[in-house]
């Protein structure tokens, strides 16, 4: 049959999903939004320091204890520079990456701001060396992960 | 062949509890199922979950929900598919010889998601979506079949309706909110069943213990809903009849049978495909046979995929005494059954015996 | 009590980015004749099926297997566990044979991403919405992230990554699954944009769509039948948060650990000791070179800090292991499909019925599956001995 004769109908999925962050997940936005901090929780078996904060540990299976209160310094242990649109994701460049904070067992997700991106792979290079980053709060939080971001301690 | 035993199953169902969040409500119902078991999460070898996307709202939901199922570098598979394959898959792989202590759990949170639009999703987008057709608008097209045989029967409708919230009503694990997704004529609202935010687990080995599943019966229908006789629900009565024909039993011998539904007619229906009831009976023997859906079926709470455990876990709870003040006198044999989307195109029966 | 199971047959539509022509259903139905066909079986016969369908955005068709792929009369049910869906689907088939339920099943992966505009957002819904969703993440960040970390830590280059891509784009060519593969060369994967670094744009497989089914028999039933043994089988699934892996005790973010673990079982299962010397033919779960140099690790193919090494051999070509003789997911990668089409690759290798990509003296193979974000492994062992 000939492509012109072929029927094709358009779909749209727009699903709407609402969230339960419990408790737990809660508190840890909370804490970013009134406190500018970021916080982990424990597991009483294998002793790490779990950020972002959860009320259990899945790797032994028992819940978590204490609020422990991490960073703002840490290391930036892996990154990526996006530098391509994707539909649906902001314009580029910039730059994402796991974040070991001071106190944390576990590395924690968010933008790098405050890199030169002018040439990529020069950027990449210096990011390479896992660098120290420091966790910076914008002025505006609403609770939500967003509400910081991560800067290198020294300029790149 | 080695058979597979049932050692312990947890429960948390209810409604938009904000305390907690999908992947905690999972740990907390593994972690009882593991309790209930006395057994720990270093003796398990191997998970089985049944979970949708669509439900979830998530994409490869199994990657946040599979480490709170405790899949922590276990073996495990996740099933979109209701949670009695997953039960059924399970007891395979321990009857094969490939594991010794099992979790198999189901989840869907209602409270969270879209039911109606995820549902309406699963039609032929070129010939049925346009009818805004959903998974309770084949439950009514069902019901009207069978009225085009033997009437409206409203008040023995009724009866069965009454029957089913009583059960409900007595069984403490029922889901207390009472929020139904919207049905169609002829269907009456109060034939609808609850929605419910649950989590399910049981733990299935290979060691005895009081309750043993003896078989299992799968079937299907045809992915083309004009072509089915919704009435004669194909794939319930020839998963029933494997499953008895595997455990050596046959359907009077049950103790207590679990059927799906969603919907009151649903429930009652099958009692007639089931030779339970005579042609035209349906409701009245549902509402009569106190050994169908004592739980409250659809009453008690609905979400898919959770139904057939839901239904696994009821006939356990029996099959041990503990199924509290919907507890039967008699407790030998039970029968679980779970179905897919899109009116039981697929159906699944297992069949659980007390030693 | 395990009887013994073996693949008997395989069929496999072309992987088209838009099959315009076929409904889902079509495509299945395309795919299963050609492997009844293969295995000698009538449909009949077969006593379950197992469907995997990955994410159902990507079809924009709820539970698509109902329409597409359920049979009626047939025993059915649906695994998903995203890219490794269809060698979790084949492993599940495997225990029920095992199990004494049936002597024969089919797997059926169908992957309908034609109807989809974009797979990138659909990809960043995988992500926990709760911390995660609102930064962006997308799987080839995901993927770029890990491969900085290779970099890092065992001395890979970008380079490594543009070699193996061109490796992986030869070797397509042979391979009549695929619609005009593309050919490039090292160099013009460097020159290519960069998508998220180090990634280019043509490490990146294009979106395809198709069907992969196998038929798998038990011992009794494979008589004279040319099959290839399942010799072992295993798969482990990891935590979800990356940065939970990051550098725990068992081994870093790019050190595997599900498919070292889930490659212990297996080999353990088919009496593997010397996997480098042991093992003809690896089909590796990896749409990015990064990721499939990661395996070649997991796999034991290579001593620990030989990664790159390995890897020089195979863009050189005189590595002893053939890797990715069809290509590899690089040229095509239907979601759904994927993990499946590794182990019919091999099950092809093994039986000497791979055609122009029939690699010499193929008396095991090896097949990975990957799913989430390197967080699921299956690890399948195939082989021309009954085990």
Redesign the interface.
Known sequence: ?A?ND?I?IP?L?NFQ?N?F??AT?SRFFNALRHEARIYGTQCAKCGRV???ARSFC??CFVETQGWIHTGPGGVL????????Q?????PPPFV???V?LDGAD??????VEGVDLGD??VA?KK??A?VRVTAKFSDERQG???DFVFVPQSPP | ??RCFVHGAGLRMGWADMQF?LPELIYQAVSAALEDSRRHIGEIDS?VLSAH??VD????S???T??AAG???????????DGL?AV??G???I????AELSIVAAWGRASEGDHEH??R??L??FMLQPFALDELSISSLRLSEWIARHGECRESRQRAVAARAGRAGRNSRSVQANVRPRVEFPLHASEAPRFADVAAAVILGRQESPVCITG?G???????LGSRKLGAM?ALR?AVSRGLAASRTTIEQMHLLQLPGPTVPDEALALEVLDLAAPGEAFEMYASLAHINPSGGGESGWCFPTVGLLNFIECYLQLTGQAGDVQLADRQRAMALGV???GA??A?AVVLEAA | ??RAVAIAGVGQTKYLRRH??LSG?ELVRQAVLRALRDADIDLDAIG?IVGG?????LA????ID???I?????????????GATGS?AL??AT??L????CDAALVVALERMG?A??S?????????????K?????T??MV??????L??EQGFTVDHWAGLAAKNSKSAQLNDTLDRPRLFTAADVLAS???????H?LEACPMSEGACVAVLMAQPLVGKRKVAWIQGA???????????R??RPQGS?VDL??LI?SAEKAYSQAGITRPAEQIDCVEIQAPFASAEAMAYLALRLCEARSGPRFADTLIAGTARVAVNPSGGPQAANPVSATALIRIAECALQVRGMAGLRQQDGIRRAVATGQ???T??STCVVLGSERP
Do not use: C
């Not at chain 1, 242990?77 to 391509?84: H, K, M, N, S």
């Not at chain 3, 359920?70 to 995203?82: A, K, L, S």
């Open positions: 049959m492509d072929l094709t779909g999925w999903y969230y962050a419990g997940a779990l950020v972002p899945d790797a242990e892996i990154f990526t520079i996006v530098a391509t994707f539909p649906g994701l902001p994402i990456g796991y070991t576990t590395a924690i997700l968010n933008r990529i792979d990449a990011l390479m896992r939500r992960i967003t | 062949m080695p969040s998970v996307d669509l709202g998530r994409s490869l199994s990657m946040v599979a480490p899949a922590y570098l276990k073996e495990e598979i996740r099933l979109a598919e394959a059924s898959l007891s395979a792989q009857e094969a010889g490939e995820t549902s999703a699963m032929d987008p299992v799968h079937s299907a229908e045809s992915g083309e194909r020839e897919s989307p899109a195109q697929i699944h | 009590m395990s315009a022509e259903a379950l369908v990955a994410p159902d955005a924009g068709v709820n539970h109902l329409s597409s359920v049979r009626p009369g047939t025993p059915y049910f649906r695994v998903n566990t995203g979790s492993l599940a225990s029920w095992r199990a004494g339920r109807h505009t974009t990138q957002k659909v990809f960043n819904s995988i992500f926990d919405p709760i911390y995660e609102d930064i962006s993440l997308s080839i960040s770029a992230m890990r491969a900085t970390m970099m890092q944009p960069i998508l998220a670094w180090p990634i744009a295993a798969g482990l699934t990891d935590t979800y948060a990356m940065g939970d990051m550098r973010l650990h599900t673990r799913g989430g974000a967080q699921f």
